[in-house]
């Protein structure tokens, strides 16, 4: 099954592959893509330049988060659940007033 995902993520299936039609996407690495692009973003950002990461994972990408599509926002909710664990940032009870503006954002 790998070795098929592979092969249809890489090469595609059908007439058009070479336009973009028959290819294989994985919803996960879509989403991790999605957020390593605006994470990046983020922090190149003159705005956000310096910023904790903690308030780039909660405030800014919350933002942008309202923006994406259903699909991404699906896929990578749980990508930012678990970057919240990491941050040390409770998701059922997050302190402070970004923190839980950033959750109803993600709750959206």
């Known amino acids: 099954m790998a070795a098929l995902a592979s092969a249809l993520e ?3 299936a059908g007439a058009k592959t070479a336009v973009g039609y028959g290819r294989m996407v994985n919803p996960t690495n879509t989403a991790q893509k999605w957020l ?3 994470m990046d973003e983020l922090r190149n950002d003159k705005d ?3 910023q904790p990461e903690e308030t780039l994972w909660k405030k800014a ?4 988060y309202l923006l994406a599509s ?3 926002k699906k896929e990578s909710l ?3 659940q678990e970057k919240w664990k ?4 409770d998701w059922n009870n997050p302190v ?4 839980k503006a950033a959750k109803i954002n993600f709750s959206k």
């Not at 990408?61 to 942008?64: I, P, R, T, V």
């Open 96 to 99: 402070g007033n970004s923190a």
């Open 70 to 72: 259903a699909e991404i």
């Open 86 to 89: 990491e941050l040390g940032i």
């Open 48 to 50: 956000f330049k310096g």
């Open 10 to 12: 890489w090469l595609g």
């Open 78 to 80: 749980p990508l930012v």
């Open 61 to 64: 990408l919350s933002e942008k």
């Open 36 to 38: 390593d692009k605006i």
